[in-house]
């Protein structure tokens, strides 16, 4: 069965410092990967998925994250984190056509 | 209405309660789902319609009940529930295709339960 696991359950920047949100998957085939966003009190936002073609993938909000099969990771970045960027952020993956998720990371965004 | 939408957005009941959780979704799905989420645990896929079919998680107590009436409805019929049932449910939904399995899913608010 395909899973993810993120690094840190929470990560603290400063507003406009580089953001970066870890995930590692583990695949026996090739994975379909998401990273979604929770606000508080809200559902689950996707921000970007990569199932084929380029590495690289650019999602809502200024974020992106580069799958990197080598080293089993598709991390979440972002050049520049704002105040409204302060949420939660799951990484999941297709696992027998189901969607599995990490356990989260609480971004927390200081002026 | 556009999206997923669920109702009531926050529900308190008592152990003896029986209460119902409703989800629509407006984005021509073909799968619905939900999910619970709980403090510091990761989300817990609790039961999956797609495509006709129904898939549940074999750990998910008698005391949950769905319902799929149609491709855009889905209920959880709650009845004598615990107090460790509190938190959050939401509703997603997705179109799902037998060769490629199931695509990105779309998440509703959430219903806030507390059970006292």
């Known amino acids: 069965a395909q899973s993810v696991t993120q690094l840190g359950s929470h990560v603290s920047v400063s507003e406009g410092a580089l953001v970066l949100l870890r995930c590692n998957y583990s695949?026996?085939?090739?994975?379909?990967l998401f990273w979604y966003v929770q606000y508080p009190n809200q559902g689950l936002q996707l921000l970007l998925k990569?199932?084929?073609?380029?590495?690289l993938v650019k999602g809502i909000n200024g974020f992106e994250a580069e799958f990197k099969k080598s080293e089993t990771s598709f991390h979440l970045t972002k050049p520049s984190a704002h105040m409204s960027d302060a949420a939660e952020y799951f990484c999941?993956?297709?696992?027998?056509?189901?969607?599995?998720f990490g356990t989260g990371t609480r971004l927390l965004v200081s002026p | 209405e556009t999206g997923v939408t669920q109702t009531p957005r926050h529900l308190v009941m008592g152990m003896t309660n029986k209460k119902s959780l409703k989800c629509e979704q407006h984005?021509?799905?073909?799968?619905m789902y939900w999910y619970k989420q709980s403090a510091k645990k990761p989300l817990e896929l609790m039961f999956v319609?797609?495509?006709?079919?129904?898939?549940e998680n074999n750990s998910v107590p008698s005391r949950f009940s769905p319902e799929c009436p149609n491709s855009s409805h889905l209920f959880l019929h709650l009845h004598t529930l615990q107090p460790e049932d509190s938190a959050l449910y939401l509703c997603?939904?997705?179109?799902?295709?037998?060769?490629?399995?199931?695509?990105?899913?779309?998440f509703g608010p959430g219903t806030r339960l507390t059970v006292l």
């Open positions: 997603a939904s997705s179109q799902a295709a037998r060769d490629r399995g199931h695509n990105e899913q779309f």
């Open positions: 695949s026996s085939v090739p994975p379909y």
């Open positions: 990569y199932t084929t073609g380029a590495t």
């Open positions: 999941a993956v297709i696992s027998f056509q189901k969607l599995v």
């Open positions: 984005l021509g799905h073909n799968a």
């Open positions: 319609y797609s495509l006709e079919e129904r898939v």
